[in-house]
């Protein structure tokens, strides 16, 4: 039988001993010339695949090139070995039908194991993706941009917004298959989701480029196990070098930044 | 000079005697078969384009066909008249440098005139597309769903979440380009919106097959001009038959929808 996102989850980060996940967020500024994404991107997995507990495209970096994009995205999707996770961060939410649409589009069309969603719209702009039971839905919940207090952070009769969405994830997790998005570069709210949903698989960006704490990220992200956490990192490692060795510069990032959240996780 | 979104938008709601917004969701169940997806789409827009104030494709409905989706949606925006203000309804949302890849997708790839977006992430992943100030950015505020209770109707200390978002809308809308979606399936909620909003465009989904009132939606939509309300409709529109005559059909179901509009309007 075929393993469901969970299970495919832990065991790629037992077997790579890691909670890194690498987001694959192509940049032509940033890449090295002469290069196409798809080589580039296909070099960086085939680099790091061993070290890592999954990979995330995030969507916007292909649009933006429009269909070839989409083409490019297929591609990268199609190179990740199958043992290894892929999350499509594509923060969808939109009415039932529409919603259904965005589900097959990443579920079926690209292939992805799990996706990031929006719940502005409310559970059945979600359904759609909960209904796939095999795959994961995480739900952005505290995300780890500055203006993310604008909503996230607003005072409801019973509690912030994100411990509002946190709890509505939690009764919406009928079949297990649900996880919440929260930046690392908010430690506390961090901490407080967890507690709030203990079991559920975390996705923490934040700690690279956007200054979130690593050593929070570790200890409030995991579960009791220490798992569950996937500890997202994307410019750090992908645009380590800028030269021919860019692969090789992004495994040596890769197991540094995996055997830091080891150590991390040892003191746990 | 490049007139701005709302100019045009006033420019063809004026010059069309037209509030009405077709929804461009093509869905290969409800299609004729025996036409592409491209040519419906054209022969939709020929059979319509004097009776529209703009069209509004939704993302959703081309990605779930993957690459050559988005090449079809490519190829639709083109064949919108030049004097016809098109709308991507993507509800994007995302942080800074992947907002504005977003950003970058929807103006620059495909074109759009305006697109809908998501305001959960708060202000710094909504500017990117504010700053191009010749587009227009909807963000979603009430949205036509039934499950938009659970977040939407929240109640702040201040309000419902809803109102916090309109009122958020008004202190961005630096550039005079924002407008915010409201469903016709809350006529009250559209009422206050509106009220809270007197000069913003307002996006209204949800008059047709979701069974929102569309005497409400004109009445509490329009502002002091009977203006700037966009009321959307899709599939009662580009579905009204299945066979050869699909868009001649579909013709009569916005003229009508059109003219039922403007009674409406004549009321106010």
């Known amino acids: 039988m075929k393993m469901n996102f969970v299970e495919k989850l832990l065991k790629a980060a037992r077997t790579n001993q890691s909670l890194l996940c690498i987001g694959l967020d192509p940049d032509l500024q940033m ?23 999954a990979y995330k495209p995030n969507l916007a970096f292909y649009e933006t090139l429009g ?24 923060k969808r939410g939109d009415i039932g039908n529409t919603a259904r649409a965005y589900a097959r589009s990443l579920f079926e069309m690209f292939g992805f194991d799990a996706a990031t969603v929006n719940p502005l719209m409310g559970f059945d702009s979600l359904e759609p993706f909960i209904e796939y039971r095999d795959r994961g839905v995480f ?33 919406w997790n009928k079949y297990g298959n649900m996880g919440l998005v929260v930046g690392a570069t908010y430690p506390e709210e961090l901490a407080r989701v967890r507690q709030l949903c203990p079991d559920m698989p975390l996705l923490i960006p934040g700690v690279g480029a956007q ?17 569950k956490a996937i500890i997202a990192s994307s410019r750090q490692i992908i645009f380590a070098s800028k030269g021919k060795d860019f692969a090789e510069a992004a495994r040596d990032a890769a197991l540094q930044l995996r055997d830091r959240i080891n150590r991390y996780l040892e003191d746990v």
Chains 1, 2 share one sequence.
């Not at 090295?32 to 695949?49: C, V, Y």
């Not at 994009?69 to 043992?83: H, I, K, M, S, Y």
């Not at 509690?159 to 709890?167: C, D, F, L, Q, T």
């Not at 200054?211 to 798992?227: F, H, I, M, P, T």
């Open 139 to 171: 739900v952005l919940c505290r995300t780890s941009n500055p203006g993310s207090a604008d909503l996230q952070d607003q005072l409801l009769e019973n509690g912030p917004m994100y411990e509002i969405i946190a709890k509505l994830a939690w009764d």
């Open 67 to 90: 269909a070839e994009g989409f083409r490019v995205l297929e591609g990268t999707v199609a190179c990740v070995p199958d043992q290894i996770p892929t999350i499509g961060d594509a």
């Open 31 to 53: 890449m090295p010339a002469d290069i196409s994404i798809l080589d580039f991107n296909k070099a960086i997995i085939e680099a790091t695949s061993d070290l890592v507990c």
């Open 211 to 227: 200054g979130g704490d690593l050593a929070s990220a570790v200890r409030y992200g995991v579960d009791v196990k220490g798992e």
